[in-house]
């Protein structure tokens, strides 16, 4: 509580609360306050736990912030957290993000790339518009060919898949589907099976990440798909590597009623995956 009504006054009105009961709070984050060129939101939802003996949950919302940006930055929140062990850590993963958009900003980097390829685009980027938006047309399964192409004769069993309770915000709804799995075979069986749901089919993204621990190897085969949806995969596979599941298939489907969302809608698609791991 302390820290939170600290961070509170140090940050003013970047600092917003999302849902004092479940302790989700987000932080809007400048290179510099007269003219921001590089912005992040940094969204964290505090367990239990926190700070003695679980990490913040966490998610990085920037339209330009992907790939080895995203990877860099959050490799630094999670040393700072190991170095801290049991400490409040807000304050410093907040301005290690700052210092890294200092150094952006002072750097030769050209502007932030502000592209997307969902329908949204962010509030941040200052423009609540509708872009000429096509669902991506590409089988979001044919990803997974070439690792199960081995094994197309063995006939996988089909695991069990559970449906969550769905979230509708703004006419958009979301609901996630889980299957226990240990192949990538199996993988690719379970949305064959989800895709055979029209309704799941026509969903404007089907955002889903896995995660299969080989005992032989003792490393994880872990992959995702954004659908779409630039870097929810990636969001999703980082909140299930955070909570340390394993031989599981998380999918989230989002039906977009019409009504933007901005950063709101990686919040419920975090959300639904939560729920449904929990339950």
Known sequence: IDEIEALSSIY????CVVDEDEKIYCIKINDCLDQPKWTVCLQVILPPGYPTAEPPIYQLNAP????????????????IYVQNLGESILYLWVEKIREVLVEKAQSSDPE??????????DEDDGGDFLLDYQPIQEDPIKMLNYITSESQDVDEELPPIHHGNPITDRRSTFQAHLA?????????????????N???????????????YCEGKQTFLQDCE???ETAAGGRLLHLMQILNVQNVLVVVSRWYGGILLGPDRFKHINNCAR????E
């Open 198 to 212: 029209k309704k799941i089919a026509s969903a404007t993204h089907n955002i889903y990440a896995y995660r299969i």
């Open 275 to 278: 729920n449904i791991l929990v």
């Open 64 to 79: 330009w912030l992907r790939g080895q940006d995203y990877m860099e930055l959050a490799n630094s929140l999670e040393e």
């Open 180 to 196: 226990p799995v240990v192949t990538p075979r199996q993988v690719k069986r379970v949305l064959e099976k989800l895709y055979e």
């Open 12 to 15: 003013g009105e970047d600092w």
């Open 226 to 228: 954004d659908d779409g």
């Open 112 to 121: 932030p790339d502000i592209k997307k390829t969902s329908e949204e685009v």
